[in-house]
Nanobody, 121 residues
Framework: VQLQASGGGLVQTGGSLRLSCAASGRIYSSTVVTWFRQALGKEREYVGSIRWGRGSTYFADSVKGRFTISKDSAKNTVYLQMNSLKTEDTAVYYC???????????????WGQGTLVTVSS
């Protein structure tokens, strides 16, 4: 099952954007879908995760209270809702799947193309 992020774009500071992460096949209940992001010249960093079965969500401190993650089981799609965006949220956003909670990007070997989010001041 491959995941592909989409929905990026240009938004002003304080604005909102919703990213989608569509799976090419069924996502099983044990799967954890994780969002990472990578700003230009920086390391890839953890954003948040959702346990597919339970729907439990987890976030990095930098986005907690501003970002939410949800899922649509019928569409095999995960959403990253980003509110109160800041210029430092500018990055390419990726979604990946795994068997458990993991905030280290080095644990994942298969990455999609990502989607670029640009927040302008």
């Amino acid at each position: 099952v491959q995941l592909q992020a989409s929905g990026g774009g240009l938004v002003q500071t304080g604005g909102s954007l919703r990213l989608s992460c569509a799976a090419s096949g069924r996502i099983y209940s044990s799967t954890v879908v994780t969002w990472f992001r990578q700003a230009l010249g920086k390391e890839r960093e953890y954003v948040g995760s959702i346990r597919w079965g339970r729907g439990s969500t987890y976030f990095a401190d930098s986005v907690k209270g501003r970002f939410t993650i949800s899922k649509d089981s019928a569409k095999n799609t995960v959403y990253l809702q980003m509110n109160s965006l800041k210029t430092e949220d500018t990055a390419v956003y990726y979604c990946v799947r795994g068997a458990g909670l993991e905030n280290d990007p080095r644990a994942f070997t298969s990455w999609g193309q990502g989607t670029l989010v640009t927040v302008s001041s």
